[in-house]
């Protein structure tokens, strides 16, 4: 059975209280403009998750947790080929790179830091498919939805303190002039030198977050940060009005949303 609807009238949180209360099994799906995930959940449990922008490399996540060196990933790399991920992480175990609990816990932080960034999510199409298994190729965890809830729930407080401090990305940035400061002597990650590179005037902050691949919570914690560091100021970008945040949405009818929720919480137990 199908269960379908909007974000803007269940949230997603709502939605994976849920599952978990329900002890549910199948894959929710989440859409937006470009992009869509998937989630496997078995009896209420997170098993599987793949973002449609975002491919998960496993070697990649083997060298970034320092298990595997460079050198070990080019080699591994060629040898790996044709291998799926599950074919891979049993070749890995097997030849002594990793175990299978180094494995089962790079991917659960990987699935946990990606699930997280769903509960931010105000609009977006949803879809339940009951009974949808994860897929043969991968490898399945077993994760809480408990802690995801709460830990999502802390990240939705961040993300609205992070958009009372910027509440629109149409504005720009521009370098704050401070006499004898040399940005060059500043430790700054490598994502916040991509966000540096591009500060100017003419550049919206959404424009910064487009060319360097950041979603609008993880340019907003950059700007944040070099705010916070006296670094930039906010400004208008040149020439242009301010436009009002794309994700304005209309005021609710109160009765009409309540009644929603108990029509979509009732679908989900029928299920």
Known sequence: MTLEGNLRDFSFTQLVNLINLANRSGALYVEKPGVTTRTV???GKLAFFEKSDEKLSFLKSLTDHKLITASQHRLLRERLSGMNDHEAGIYLVNAGYTTLDEVLSILEKEYA????HLFSW?????????????????????????????????????????????????????????????????NLNSTEWRVISYVNPKNTIQQIAATTGLDEIEIRRVVYTLLQAGLVEIIRPDGLPVALPSNTLPVK???????????????????
């Open 41 to 43: 959940f078995q009896n």
């Open 113 to 116: 830091d990606k699930f997280r």
């Open 122 to 186: 105000a609009d977006g199409f949803f879809r339940f498919e009951t009974g949808e298994l994860p897929p043969d190729d991968h490898i399945v965890v077993h994760l809480n939805l408990e802690n995801l809830i709460v830990e999502g729930a802390r990240e939705m407080k961040e993300i609205e303190e992070l958009k009372s401090e910027i509440p629109s990305l149409d504005m720009a940035l521009k370098f704050t002039e401070r006499p004898g400061t040399d940005i060059r002597n500043v």
């Open 253 to 271: 009818n109160p009765k009409e949303h309540k009644s929603l929720i108990k029509r979509l919480i009732d679908r989900i137990r029928s299920i």
